[in-house]
């Protein structure tokens, strides 16, 4: 019979590594996030009868069409909470928010305050799941082939 054994597996102490892996996890998240707003990579579906595009003046006097990235003025971007690591038991969390008061309407598509045209929805520019998806190398999860790099180095120094 063959057979393999890991002894000594002390749940607490990877438990207790975690969030110190998160909080080096953050910032590179936090970086793509900015990356993925600043991205000419989403649809903006706006034409006359006639099938030409509309061009859009914003705030900041930049024409845009279609595609376009999500950077107006720079406050949703600029938003952004720095990214924040919290734990309660065996659970540990890594979260960073966006408080610009449109940043969901942005994200999920909707109604957007303030627009010229009334009953316009605005589509859906989903930088998150575009960052989650930029973090995953060969579909793996973001955060396990970081997990497994940091875990190994933090491993050698003991």
């Known amino acids: 019979m063959a057979q393999l054994r890991i002894t000594q597996w002390n749940a607490d102490r990877l438990l207790a590594r975690v969030p110190q892996i998160l909080e080096e996890f953050g910032p590179q998240v936090a970086f793509q996030s900015e990356q993925e707003l600043a991205k000419i990579q989403y649809e903006w579906p706006r034409t006359r009868s006639d099938g030409t595009r509309i061009i859009t003046y914003r705030k900041n006097g930049q024409q845009v069409t279609s595609p376009r990235d999500i ?60 960052t989650y998806v930029q973090l995953r190398p060969e579909g793996e999860r973001p955060f396990l082939p970081f997990l497994v790099r940091r875990w190994n180095q933090l491993a050698q120094r003991r």
Do not use: C
């Not at 950077?71 to 928010?97: C, E, F, R, W, Y």
């Open 71 to 130: 950077v107006d003025t720079g406050t949703l971007m600029n938003s952004a909470t720095p990214p924040q690591v919290s734990s309660a038991g065996s659970v540990s969390k890594l979260q960073i928010q966006w408080m610009a008061p449109y940043a969901e309407a942005v994200r999920a598509g909707g109604y957007l305050i303030g627009t010229v045209r009334a009953n316009y929805v605005a589509p859906s520019r989903d930088w998150i799941q575009k």
